[in-house]
């Protein structure tokens, strides 16, 4: 675990092929189906906005969107957010976003799977800590949503 105020980082040993954890992670459905985001229908591609409606509990209020900024099979997938834009009362697009970054690696044992959120520093100081907070309890428990999901199937 790595978290300083400009990123949040983590890593997990999947114990699971890399090709299965990549499908986990570039096929939108599948991918809000572990995420908590109802993709039904979506394609992730590099270029393309991607929205979604949360189905997290409590969250079903949130519309979800992203926009990919690249694609390599079974290595890299990269997208841009508003992170914790969770008030639908608040227009956030006019904030900066930051970068998330899923990293592949197959190794002895599965696929290690590194996620980096980076940019937290040029959120509004009004809402950084918020949204660190909020971001980093939310990627641990992604983390064992994505181990939990890829050993189902």
Same mark, same amino acid.
């Given at each position: 675990?790595?978290?300083?105020?400009?990123? !949040? #980082? $983590?890593?997990?040993?999947l114990?699971?092929?890399?090709? *299965?954890?990549?499908? &986990?992670?570039?096929d939108?459905?599948?991918?809000?189906?572990?995420?908590?985001?109802?993709?039904?229908?979506?394609?992730?591609?590099?270029?393309?906005?991607?929205?979604?409606?949360?189905?997290?509990?409590?969250?079903?209020?949130?519309?979800?969107?992203?926009? !990919? #900024? $690249?694609?390599?099979?079974?290595?890299?997938?990269?997208? *841009?957010?508003?992170? &914790?834009?969770?008030?639908?009362?608040?227009?956030?697009?006019?904030?900066?976003?930051?970068?998330?970054?899923?990293?592949l690696?197959?190794?002895?044992?599965?696929?290690?799977?590194?996620?980096?959120?980076?940019?937290?520093?040029?959120i509004?100081?009004?809402?950084?800590?918020?949204?660190l907070r909020?971001?980093?309890?939310?990627?641990d428990?992604?983390?064992?949503?994505?181990?939990?999901?890829?050993?189902?199937?």
């Amino acid at each position: 675990m790595n978290t300083s105020t400009d990123r !949040i #980082e $983590r890593k997990i040993l999947l114990k699971a092929p890399r090709a *299965r954890v990549w499908r &986990a992670l570039s096929d939108a459905p599948e991918f809000g189906g572990w995420f908590g985001v109802d993709f039904k229908g979506k394609v992730f591609a590099a270029g393309k906005t991607v929205r979604g409606q949360c189905t997290y509990p409590g969250y079903e209020h949130i519309a979800m969107e992203v926009q !990919i #900024e $690249r694609m390599v099979p079974q290595r890299h997938l990269s997208w *841009r957010w508003h992170p &914790a834009a969770i008030d639908p009362a608040v227009d956030y697009s006019q904030e900066p976003t930051t970068l998330v970054v899923f990293e592949l690696e197959e190794v002895d044992g599965g696929t290690l799977l590194t996620v980096v959120e980076s940019g937290l520093d040029k959120i509004p100081l009004a809402r950084r800590a918020t949204v660190l907070r909020l971001n980093t309890s939310g990627w641990d428990e992604q983390m064992l949503n994505i181990e939990k999901h890829v050993a189902a199937s």
